[in-house]
């Protein structure tokens, strides 16, 4: 199992800055993707951003140019520095990722991390 636990939200003014954190731990054998989602007041969760293991990234075009996400991998952590922050940012965010839980298996399995909330004032 993975357990994902992310850190570093709060509220912000309007073009400010924030970076999260997402920290994978548990037993497993390795962990593949990691993103970003968030899910604003009424809205369905939406992807920010991915980071595949080999490095390639995408964004929302809400975020682009604005969020970088990034990965440590011999951490097992993922972050998303965001800077430009909108009021239309505010939302709580996700950690998510895909992990193989054993050599033996090559499934891999999805978990997600319980959020941070994001507040950006205007």
């Known amino acids: 199992q993975v357990q994902l636990v992310e850190s570093g939200g709060g509220l912000v003014q309007a073009g400010g800055s924030l970076r999260l954190s997402c920290a994978a731990s548990?037993?497993?054998?390795?962990?593949?993707?990691m993103a970003w989602y968030r899910q604003a007041p009424g809205k369905q969760r939406e992807l920010v951003a991915t980071?595949?293991?080999?490095?390639?990234?995408n964004y929302a075009a809400s975020v682009q140019g604005r969020f970088t996400i990034s990965r440590d991998n011999a951490k097992n952590t993922v972050y998303l520095q965001m800077n430009s922050l909108k009021p239309e940012d505010t939302a709580v965010y996700y950690c998510?990722?895909?992990?193989?839980?054993?050599?033996?298996?090559?499934?891999?399995?999805?978990?997600w991390g319980q959020g941070t909330r994001v507040t950006v004032s205007s």
């Open positions: 548990g037993s497993f054998f390795s962990i593949a993707s």
């Open positions: 998510y990722a895909t992990a193989r839980i054993a050599s033996y298996n090559e499934n891999h399995f999805q978990y």
């Open positions: 980071h595949a293991t080999i490095g390639n990234t």
